[in-house]
């Protein structure tokens, strides 16, 4: 069955500190793709990035990072020199096909405070 | 930009009642989502459509109903509401899937339903 877990229930940190938010998964499918979402006050959920079971390759985009290890089952998140602005609820996902379509479950979320 | 509409910000029913949370999305999608979201628990899947008409149960679909008549609404329906159905809950949509291996949902602003 699929199952996403976040261990990390809040993290702290002072701004400019970079912060690594963990996801571990579990799957039976050999095709399958992995998200991380954001959530920020104001409540709605933003999709930040997409990865398909096929591509280890890590990503950057500005102070984001992602890094998925199929060998531990992992797709971590780390955010560089970290701003007040991303305080948010960060949530991990895990997507598999079911019968005519697609299912998505998420993590339970890791809060995210950056302090100035 | 795709927008996805939740009928109702705030609803508050008593025990018993019925309770209809609908959700618009103006994109055309193929697959909608309703989730419920709770301190700890992150996002629940509670029912998906890939189609008009058709409906697979989620994670947690007992004491939930859905309906799809039309292609941009997917309606939530508590037949019999009780309080541990007090929550927010999410709406989504995402793009159609073949070719393209898109799967990223996009989220309504949330209905927050309170049960007395």
């Known amino acids: 069955a699929q199952k996403v877990t976040q261990a990390q229930t809040e993290i702290s940190v002072v701004e400019k500190e970079d912060v690594t938010l963990d996801c571990v998964y579990e799957?039976?499918?050999?095709?399958?793709?992995l998200f991380w979402y954001k959530q920020p006050p104001s409540g709605e959920l933003v999709f930040l990035i997409r990865?398909?079971?096929?591509?280890?390759q890590n990503e950057i985009s500005g102070r984001y990072s992602w890094n998925f290890q199929k060998s531990t089952s992992s797709f971590n998140f780390t955010i560089t020199a970290s701003q007040v602005v991303d305080s948010a609820v960060y949530f991990c996902?895990?997507?598999?096909?079911?019968?005519?379509?697609?299912?998505?479950?998420f993590g339970a979320g890791t809060r995210l405070f950056v302090k100035a | 930009d795709v927008k996805v509409t939740q009928s109702s910000r705030y609803l508050v029913k008593r025990t018993g009642e019925k309770v209809f949370l609908e959700c618009v999305q103006d994109?055309?999608?193929?697959?909608m989502f309703w989730y419920r979201q709770d301190p700890g628990l992150g996002l629940r899947l509670i029912y998906f459509?890939?189609?008009?008409?058709?409906?697979e149960k989620g994670d947690i679909p007992e004491g939930y109903s859905v309906s799809r008549e039309k292609k941009e609404r997917f309606s939530l329906i508590l037949e019999s509401a009780s309080t541990n159905q007090t929550s927010m809950y999410l709406c989504?949509?995402?793009?159609?899937?073949?070719?393209?291996?898109?799967?990223?949902?996009?989220f309504g602003e949330g209905s927050r339903l309170t049960v007395l």
């Open positions: 989504a949509s995402s793009p159609p899937t073949l070719g393209t291996g898109r799967r990223e949902l996009f």
């Open positions: 799957t039976r499918d050999t095709t399958y793709y």
């Open positions: 990865r398909n079971s096929f591509d280890e």
């Open positions: 996902a895990l997507s598999e096909r079911n019968t005519g379509g697609f299912k998505t479950i």
């Open positions: 994109m055309d999608h193929e697959n």
């Open positions: 459509s890939y189609d008009v008409k058709m409906k």
